[in-house]
């Protein structure tokens, strides 16, 4: 969205698409909180560039990802690999973000 505005980090947005892109078909069973911060940043890319036939399936994957991991389930209990602050303040903000863009 800023690239809109600013000349320079238009050189930014398609290595960025790319990257996100390539991150979000690579990891689907193994990282699935990469997978989701992936397609929300694929899907704000998409909204901006007008690609809006592309934002609808990373939305979807998204909600369904995060829903299936059980982010918004009021008696969620974090899994044993995510026993750090670190990586539960990842999951939060991950399905924070993901809530406020749905």
């Given amino acids: 969205m800023y690239s809109g505005i600013e000349e320079l980090a238009r050189q930014y947005v398609e290595p960025f698409r790319l990257e996100a892109n390539r991150i979000w078909s690579t990891y689907p069973p193994l990282v699935p909180r990469l997978r989701v911060v992936a397609a929300l ?25 995060s829903t299936a991991m059980g ?8 899994p044993a690999d ?3 602050l670190e990586e539960r303040k990842a999951t939060s903000y991950t399905a924070w973000g993901v809530y406020n863009w749905i």
């Fill in 82 to 84: 995510e026993s750090t």
């Fill in 71 to 78: 982010w918004y389930d009021r008696n969620h209990r974090y």
């Fill in 41 to 65: 940043y694929i899907s704000l890319g998409n909204l901006a560039q007008g690609r809006k036939d592309e934002v609808t399936g990373c939305v979807e994957d998204m909600i369904y990802q």
